[in-house]
């Protein structure tokens, strides 16, 4: 009975096996590959960490990940615990405007990023406006940092609310009836509970802004960043080889930095538990 | 069959090995008549589920087993084609549907025709009491009112076997007082055979026709109610079926000398042995009348009865329950008598 | 409650954070209903630009639709059956298939784009359909879709469920179809949500799999962004915003959280 039961499960998830080797497994093999059998053979991989051209791309993106991360903690950790402590008048319409940019492609995120600091933004106005000269900032590495924080933001509020949301008021009345400061409060029974879920938000934040392309490609940046110059060496000068290996050399850290956080997270919370 | 109609059950070399390698069931003979009402009674992780799921066909036995419904091996037989009914301790009610379709569901699986399943229905929702629930959610119900649509769903199709696994064990004290003699009612009308697992020995002496204890995947003992509670075939069963006192003493000349003083012993032997009764099998009887004396420790108000713990009879402190009206005094010295057919030897 | 000079601190911080993301949305519709936004609304409010995109793009916009319901169509018909037999079978086996299915997520749409391009780039037919975008998106899709029906496996205990329909005699398919799918319909709601408002949106693999032929509404918008004038962008980012606000909206309804919260999107 359980023999047959097993034989209509492995059909029932077959298709989905099928699709994931068939287009996703198998490619990206023969990606990583690809990126060891070109001119340059297995050292592809070796280039992409000594080309200094290469090398310095990895290294901005990452720091630029890294700050957007943090800053987007900051301002979502603040916004997101706000939301989900305290019930006033326009709470919903707020949380809903914070949560639209969420489905915005990195092309449109770029373009808002045009509307804020491009040539005719609001920021070149109001400074125009004020007697400061007009200023600029959408196509330098300061458009690319407010775009990632743009479409950042959304998703590290989301999941900073749901773990907000199971944050014991009783903890904090208890803190407070011993003395705690609204300081102490937050350092000692507000930022642990979020522990974890300001690990994994961080971590996927991060991922997110190493892989994104949209954002830089709209805003066609003189920045170097890893994206920009897989795509460049893809489709300007067909070095398919160095693209795949750059490919695969993101692709690790990225999946790095999530199952990193996830294990992370995962021995904090069973260590809590 | 039998008299009553209902399907006999036989289970042959029955054994359960879970594929962690966990024996969740020794092997197992058991026999039921047809619309006999048996009770699986032992404490958590004894197997007394495992067995009922054997029965149901959730569980396939180890090779060699057998389980036959009256003459069919129905061993090959997945459970949706067993015929039987169940009921879960969690109920498991369809979230997806209302009370009514969640009765009528295994009379639409089996291609009722919509008049028969509507007539069954509306038997069944006379029967439990819950006509007014019909159209309600079952997230909306009680955990009464679940339990009852439960019942309803699990009989409607007719089934050859009616299977109970803790039915009561989620519902507060008073409701599950209630229910259990509403089941008892239920089932011995229905004339259906049924198998019901509780490790409540309260539920199991109110509802079973026979009780078979478990425990560590065998069947210790099977029996009626009655012959369970006062001839237990070892200490488990003695321990787990009500409170059971035990005092060490030394036979001699047809007697059993206690530190509190001597009892008739009709069961030979001689020398130290250790003798077992029920609290309310001592009767507190007057000072002439006594055949051991102690002195009350501690005295608990039960409301029908009154429960004593009393020092001085034996090595330690034994219990008695007596149904007298009057109060006791701590330090009191109170008489006992026991009559011979009442105390147990029990090697084990 | 009494508010304190901290709650009005955050508030004026999280209404700060509302405006850096909504003002960019705000400008951009007015400067797509703007007859010349260098000139500001003065000079007055016209629907030509969305016209225009219309005439140029309308294609780009049936077509984001039409895959997206492809997606959705092949996410559920094998997304479904596959988060079923995840929590079913919880194992070793099962944990590996569940991580390769959703690593797509974790890699970076480019990196996947290329993979899928160096080898299927060499089926002529396959490469310049809508197909190959589809494989993409469905890659893409795929993880949101599991794990949310996942998400509300492990939320009740399904299998009691299925037992007791058992007892009542429903074997394996009718038990899926009748007990399992009707009561995950949250989790397929969210997760059809999810895929359809991805889909729409989706740039990264989108833009290395596409041919002159298969533009989607992003690839347009990149298109206009590079080559139109400032008001047609904005008109299509309007269209866009249409588009995609009625999803977001029933996503915020259908667990929203229950989804972002379990991965990157």
Redesign the interface.
């Known amino acids: 009975?359980?023999n047959?039961?097993?034989y209509?499960?492995?059909i029932?998830?077959t298709?989905?096996?099928a699709?994931?080797v068939a287009?996703?497994?198998?490619?990206?093999a023969?990606?990583a590959l690809?990126g060891a059998v070109g001119p340059s053979g297995l050292s592809a991989y070796v280039e992409v960490l000594t080309n200094p051209n290469y090398f310095s791309a990895l290294v901005s993106t990452i720091v630029l990940s890294v700050a957007v991360t943090v800053t987007t903690l900051v301002?979502?950790g603040?916004?997101g615990v706000?939301?989900e402590r305290?019930r006033?008048f326009g709470r919903e319409t707020?949380?809903?405007?914070?949560?639209?940019?969420?489905?915005?492609?990195?092309?449109?995120v770029?373009?808002?990023?045009?509307?804020?600091g491009g040539r005719?933004g609001?920021v070149g106005e109001l400074s125009s406006f004020l007697g400061l000269g007009r200023v600029v900032f959408a196509y330098s590495l300061i458009g690319l940092f407010t775009g990632y924080i743009?479409f950042s933001?959304?998703?590290v509020i989301?999941?900073i609310?749901?773990a907000a949301e199971k944050l014991d008021p009783a903890l904090e009345e208890a803190a407070r009836s011993l003395g705690a400061s609204?300081w102490h409060v937050v350092r000692d029974v507000i930022l642990p509970a979020l522990r974890s879920?300001l690990i994994?938000?961080g971590a996927?934040c991060f991922?997110?802004s190493?892989?994104?392309?949209?954002t830089a490609?709209?805003l066609?940046t003189d920045i170097k960043v890893l994206?920009i110059v897989?795509?460049t060496e893809?489709t300007l000068m067909a070095n398919?080889s160095t693209?795949?290996a750059l490919?695969?050399v993101?692709?690790i850290i990225?999946?790095a930095a999530?199952?990193a956080c996830r294990a992370f997270a995962g021995a904090t919370a069973a260590a809590a538990g | 069959m039998s008299a009553k109609g209902g399907t006999a059950i036989r289970l042959v070399g029955c054994a359960k090995t879970f594929t962690n390698g966990t024996r969740a069931l020794e092997r197992t003979a058991l026999e039921l008549k047809g619309g006999e009402i048996i009770v699986f009674l032992g404490p958590s992780g004894c197997g007394k589920t495992t067995l009922l799921r054997v029965i149901a066909g959730l569980e396939s036995p180890d090779p060699g087993g057998r389980i036959f419904f009256d003459d069919e091996d129905v061993t090959e037989l997945p459970i949706e084609r067993r015929n039987v009914g169940m009921v879960f301790q969690s109920y498991a009610l369809f979230p997806n549907m209302n009370v009514e379709e969640n009765i009528a569901y295994g009379l639409k699986v089996h291609g009722a025709t919509p008049q028969h399943r509507a007539k069954r229905v509306e038997e069944m929702l006379q029967m439990m009491q819950i006509g007014e629930l019909r159209l309600r959610r079952v997230t909306e119900l009680s955990g009464g009112q679940r339990q009852r649509v439960a019942l309803a769903r699990a009989i409607a199709a007719q089934p050859r076997v009616l299977l109970l696994d803790e039915p009561l064990t989620a519902l507060d004290a008073l409701l599950r007082e209630r229910l259990r003699i509403e089941i008892d009612v239920l089932l011995h009308s229905l004339g259906i055979t049924a198998a019901y697992v509780t490790h409540d020995q309260g539920e199991a002496m109110a509802i079973g026709d026979r009780i078979a204890v478990i425990n560590r995947g065998t069947i210790v003992q099977t029996g009626t109610p009655r012959e369970i509670y006062y001839h237990p075939a070892s200490s488990f069963v003695a321990d787990f079926v009500g409170t059971m006192n035990r005092v060490n003493g030394t036979l001699r000349d047809g007697s059993l000398e206690l530190p509190g003083g001597r009892i008739p012993w009709t069961q030979g032997g001689t020398g130290a042995v250790q003798a077992l009764f029920r609290p309310n099998d001592a009767r507190i009887v007057t000072e002439a009348e006594a055949q051991l004396r102690g002195v009350v420790e501690q005295q608990f108000f039960l409301g029908d009865r009154t429960r004593l713990h009393v020092s001085g009879i034996a090595d330690g402190l034994v219990v008695v329950e007596t149904s007298e009206h009057r109060e006791f005094r701590v330090g009191q010295s109170v008489g006992l008598r026991i009559e011979p057919g009442a105390l147990l030897n029990l090697r084990d | 409650m009494a508010r304190t000079r901290y709650f009005y601190l955050q508030l004026a911080f999280t209404l700060l954070a509302c405006l850096f993301l909504i003002v960019p949305v705000l400008m951009s519709v007015i400067a797509g209903l703007t007859v010349n936004f260098f000139q500001g609304v003065s000079s007055g409010l016209t629907l030509r630009w969305i016209g225009v995109v219309w005439d140029l793009y309308a294609e780009t916009i049936f077509r984001s639709l039409y895959i997206a319901f492809a997606a959705l169509s092949v996410t559920l018909l094998i997304g479904v059956p596959a988060a079923y037999v995840l929590a079913k079978r919880p194992g070793v086996v099962t944990r590996l298939i569940e991580e390769a299915l959703v690593l797509p997520v974790a890699i970076p749409g480019l990196a996947t784009a290329l993979a899928l391009i160096l080898t299927y780039g060499g089926f002529r037919d396959f490469r310049t359909s809508w197909v190959f975008i589809l494989v993409g998106h469905v890659l893409y899709t795929l993880p949101f879709m599991v794990r949310s029906v996942l998400a509300v496996l492990s939320s009740f205990n399904f299998r009691v469920l299925e037992e007791s329909a058992a007892s009542l005699g429903a074997g394996f398919w009718r038990r899926f179809f009748g007990i399992i799918v009707p009561n995950v319909r949250s989790g397929i709601v969210a997760g059809a949500l999810t895929v359809v408002t991805l889909s729409i949106g989706e740039f990264n693999l989108t833009w290395m799999l596409h041919t002159p032929e298969t533009m989607t509404l992003p690839v347009g918008l990149a298109d206009s962004y590079a080559s139109m004038r400032l008001e047609i962008g904005s008109a299509y980012t309007l269209v866009f915003f249409v588009m995609i606000t009625p999803l977001l909206i029933a996503l915020q309804r259908y667990g929203l959280q229950r989804v972002t919260t379990r991965g990157p999107a």
């Open positions: 009975m359980r047959t039961e097993n209509k499960l492995l029932m998830v298709p989905a096996i699709v994931g287009f996703f497994l198998l490619p990206l023969r990606l690809v301002i979502a603040i916004a706000f939301l305290n006033f707020l949380i809903s405007m914070l949560t639209l940019p969420l489905a915005f492609p990195g092309v449109v770029g373009f808002m990023v045009i509307m804020l005719t609001l743009y933001i959304p998703r989301l999941t609310m749901a609204p879920a994994a938000s996927i991922a997110t190493m892989g994104a392309f949209g490609f709209t066609a994206p897989i795509y893809f398919i693209a795949a490919s695969i993101l692709g990225t999946w999530l199952a």
